[in-house]
C-alpha cells in the first residue's frame, strides 16, 4: 500500500497498522532498530537511503520518520555529518531509558505505572509544605488547564498542564521528585506525538477538572485525598489511553479491506 510501511515483526496486530501512518510505523521500526543493535546516545545511524533500505521503506517515508523522531528528542540530524542517535541530558542513569519505546504499550504501562509512584509522593509532600504562593501557582495551573479543556484548546491545556504539574513538584521542595516528574513529560510527549499525533488520549475538561479537586485538597492540607486524586487522575489517563488504542482497531471494521490508509 502507497505510503505506508511494512509492520515490524512482532509489533502487534497487522490489521491495526494497515490504518497507521506509514511514517508512524517506520519511526516505530527505527526505534526497535535502535533497540536490537543496543545503540547508544551518540551512535550512528545509516543514512537515510541506508535506513529506507534496512527497513524496508521508501526514502520520503523514512524521511518523515526521522524528522518525527528528532522532533521529540530521540534522533539528532547533523548536516553533513548524519543521522545519530540523541544525547541524553542526564547523564548514565538517563541513558539507561534510552530505549523507551513509546508505541509499546507494555512500555507506556510502565511509565503510567511509574507516574503513579512518583506522582502521588510528590503531591503528597505538596500538600504537606506547600507555601501559600506555592498553592496560588499549583491553583492557577489548575484553573487555566479547566478554562483551556472547556474551550478545547489543545494548546493552551498543554500549557496549563505542564505548569499544574510542575507547579506540585516545586512544592514539594525535593529537587530530584521535580527532576522525576520532567522526565515522565518527557517520555509522556514521546508517546503522544507518535500514538496521538500531538493530541492527548482523552477528555480535557475530565484533566481540568480533576487538576482543580487535587489543587483544592492540597491547598487544604488533605495529605492523603490529594494523593489519592492524583492516582485517580493518572487511572483515568490509562483508562482513556487504552480506549483510544482501542478505538484505533475498531475502525477496521469500518473500512472494507484494501481500503486507503490514514492520510500522511
Known sequence: MPGIAKAAPGGGDDGADRYRPGYELV??????YIAERNLRPGDRLPTEKGLAEVLGATRNVTREAVKVLAAIGRLSVRKGAGIFVAGST????????????PTNMEHVLMLLDYRRLIESE????AA?????IEVRAIR???D????AGRAADAEAFAHADAEFHDSIGVAAHNVFLRASLANIRRFAFQSDALLFHGGVPGSLEVAGAQHLAIAEAIAAGEVDRAAELMIAHIDTTQNQFERKIRDRVFTLADHPAGASAMPQ
Not at 542513569?93 to 519505546?101: E, I
Not at 510528590?122 to 509532600?125: F, I
Open 90 to 101: 542526564g547523564g548514565p542513569a538517563d541513558d539507561q531509558l534510552a530505549h523507551f519505546q
Open 128 to 132: 504537606t509544605m506547600a507555601a501559600p
Open 122 to 125: 510528590t503531591t503528597r509532600r
Open 144 to 147: 487555566s488547564s479547566l478554562a
Open 27 to 32: 519511526a516505530e521500526q527505527l526505534l526497535n
Open 140 to 142: 492557577a495551573g489548575a
